[in-house]
């Protein structure tokens, strides 16, 4: 049982470089996020899911784009990279919020030059 | 603006003792919930808290919520070297603590 996967787990780019970054879950959850995470702060809400073909911003979208085409798979594209996007995102997912706590991913550690 | 507060944000503490660590929220919310990570690893879930006066234990750890008070507390009975990680509290799917950042010494 996978649960949630992360792909890649790390990548280096270049100022302006674009990338995207993919989520997969395999428990059939509704709700998917994508959260940054920085040293010595908790995680940061960037943007999620509400279902299938749904988005929302979080507390820190800006140069972000997220996009949620199937239930199972969550995508976050970085268009124009800048060194502030050096970090380590973690993807979860959870059935609907409330009792159960969220499944995350193992993080893709992204560092922007 | 909704602020989540862990303390201590550090803690270093010998194999056997107890200690707790302290959540504050500042707004109300339907859910809060606990996290552990181990250094360069994801997130684990420990506690969902749904209600005022939840409590839930696994082991050695035991949260606890307030809503009145706006507070959780994560309590630590006789610490062993395997609990060492930084734990983290989170208000509804969006708020998150800095995290403590428990050391425990053999």
């Known amino acids: 049982n996978a649960g949630v996967t992360q792909t890649p787990k790390f990548r280096v780019l270049k100022t302006g470089q674009s990338m995207t970054l993919l989520c997969a879950q395999d428990?059939?959850?509704?709700?998917m996020y994508w959260y940054r995470q920085d040293p010595g702060m908790g995680l940061r809400l960037i943007h999620y899911?509400?279902?299938?073909?749904?988005?929302a911003k979080g507390e820190v979208p800006d140069g972000y784009n997220v996009s949620r085409l199937k239930k199972q798979n969550f995508l976050l594209g970085l268009e124009s990279a800048a060194p502030s996007q050096t970090s380590v995102y973690f993807c979860?997912?959870?059935?609907?919020?409330?009792?159960?706590?969220?499944?995350f991913g193992s993080g893709t550690r992204l560092t922007v030059v | 603006e909704l602020k989540v507060e862990q303390n201590p944000l550090f803690l270093s503490m010998q194999e056997g003792k107890n200690y707790t660590i302290y959540c504050n929220y500042s707004t109300t919310s339907d859910r809060l919930y606990w996290y552990r990570q181990d250094p360069g690893k994801s997130l684990e879930s420990l506690f969902v808290l749904l209600s005022n006066g939840a409590v839930k234990q696994e082991g050695r750890l035991m949260a606890s919520l307030d809503t009145k008070a706006r507070l959780s507390t994560l309590h630590i009975t006789a610490a062993v070297h395997d609990l060492s990680a930084t734990y983290f509290c989170a208000v509804d799917v969006d708020i998150f603590g800095k995290g403590t950042r428990l050391h425990i010494l053999p």
């Open positions: 979860a997912s959870s059935p609907v919020p409330g009792p159960y706590g969220y499944t």
């Open positions: 428990m059939n959850h509704e709700y």
């Open positions: 899911s509400v279902g299938e073909g749904t988005t």
